[in-house]
């Protein structure tokens, strides 16, 4: 019987770390893909939370806070900071709040590239979002234990 449990964790840990993988690597396509197309902050966030609660549930609580040493309280205080900033600093310009710049330009290695500043105000909500999210659920979980 224990052989048994040996080989089912051993399963569930290969499993976690491939799909946390693909989780992680479409949350950062959705991130980036989120001022042309569907996709953003939000739900990027939500995608990368999801892959770390997968991380939570298929490892033990202790391995998976050493291996993530982040305060999520810090977390979600810096993502406000960040989108709020964005907003107010197009208010520096004489334009309203939240107005959205963008240009293009060559970069060495991907070409031209378009950069505007609804990125880093998605970054401030990807950040917020990804926080919330396991603060909520990892209170939870502990309160249970």
């Known amino acids: 019987m224990k052989r048994h449990v040996r080989a089912s964790n ?3 840990h290969n499993i976690t770390r491939v799909v946390t993988f693909v989780l992680l690597a ?3 396509y959705l991130f980036f893909a989120g001022h042309n197309n569907p996709g953003g902050g939000f739900i990027g966030g939500l995608m990368t939370a999801s892959a770390l609660l997968l991380m939570y549930l298929g490892f033990d609580m202790k391995r998976i806070k050493k291996a993530i040493p982040f305060n999520f309280t810090t977390m979600i205080a810096v993502g406000l900071l960040v989108a709020l900033f964005t907003g107010v600093s197009s208010m520096l310009f004489g334009y309203p709040f939240l107005t959205q710049f963008f240009d ?3 970069l060495p290695v991907l070409g ?3 950069l505007s500043t609804a ?3 998605d970054l401030g909500i990807y950040l917020v979002v990804v926080a919330i999210a396991l603060t909520i659920i990892l209170a939870i979980a502990e309160d249970d234990s």
Do not use: G, K, V
């Open 112 to 114: 031209t590239t378009e």
């Open 119 to 121: 990125l880093p105000f």
């Open 104 to 106: 293009y330009y060559d």
């Open 10 to 12: 051993l399963m569930l």
């Open 26 to 28: 479409f949350s950062i």
